[in-house]
């Protein structure tokens, strides 16, 4: 098994709202992280928990929040979100470190 | 930190033909160099990475190469088909678990 899994697909939610997104792999990975992507832009990395150790883009706002249950599950924690949050959410797994990280297929999240 | 420049930002070519992509990195001490394939809706998919020991690597049409001295590596691909259109993203380690990337090169292939 050579996948990220993403769920859901797609995301609407107020500002309001509390929601999680989750992400999955069975490759034996100790690293997973969270991207963000806007439109025509590269991917903007979150967070990344490596051997259980948290690391944060220190410019992330704090209504996400991660979580790591065990070394295959990764979950992003949505609250109070803004229209300016809407983008593709994307999780990437590896080995180790940067190298060979694997992408899933996204989750698009609009806020409204 | 490391910064990746990317260029060109968009690029289009005719079937068959050949497409180069460049980037330059800052920090001397980037050991790793992947680039990333994304078509419209998918999330990105790791194509070829290259690693500081190495100066070429090649996998059928698709090459890497890596100028160290210079803070260069190029993707070369080679008899392009319409299904090579897409968005090309080179990045670069920039610390122990995080990638730096570029901007992107929106790829077209013509038939």
């Known amino acids: 098994d050579t996948e990220v899994t993403q769920t859901p697909k797609h995301l609407v939610m107020g500002m309001t709202n509390k929601k999680s997104l989750k992400c999955e792999q069975h490759?034996?990975?100790?690293?997973m992280y969270w991207y963000k992507q806007k439109a025509k832009k590269p991917p903007e990395l979150m967070f990344v928990?490596?051997?259980?150790?948290?690391?944060i883009n220190e410019s992330v706002p704090s209504r996400f929040s991660p979580e790591c249950p065990n070394s295959s599950l990764l979950n992003l924690h949505l609250h109070a979100l803004q229209p300016e949050d809407s983008a593709l959410y994307l999780c990437?797994?590896?080995?180790?470190?940067?190298?060979?990280?694997?992408f899933g297929p996204g989750t698009r999240l609009t806020v409204l | 930190g490391e910064n990746v420049e990317q260029h060109p930002s968009t690029l289009s070519v005719q079937e068959g033909d050949s497409a180069v992509i460049k980037c330059t990195y800052s920090?001397?001490?980037?050991?790793?160099f992947p680039w990333y394939k994304q078509e419209l809706g998918k999330g990105p998919q790791l194509i070829i990475d290259i690693r500081s020991n190495v100066g070429e690597k090649k996998d059928q049409r698709i090459a890497v190469t890596l100028n160290k001295t210079a803070k260069h590596f190029s993707l070369h691909i080679t008899e392009t088909q319409p299904e090579d259109s897409a968005v090309y993203f080179c990045?670069?380690?920039?610390?122990?678990?995080?990638?730096?990337f570029g901007k992107g090169t929106k790829l077209t292939v013509n038939p």
């Open positions: 928990y490596s051997y259980e150790k948290l690391s």
């Open positions: 990045a670069a380690q920039g610390g122990s678990e995080k990638l730096v």
């Open positions: 490759m034996g990975h100790r690293a």
């Open positions: 990437a797994s590896s080995y180790r470190g940067a190298w060979e990280q694997f």
């Open positions: 920090d001397s001490a980037s050991n790793y």
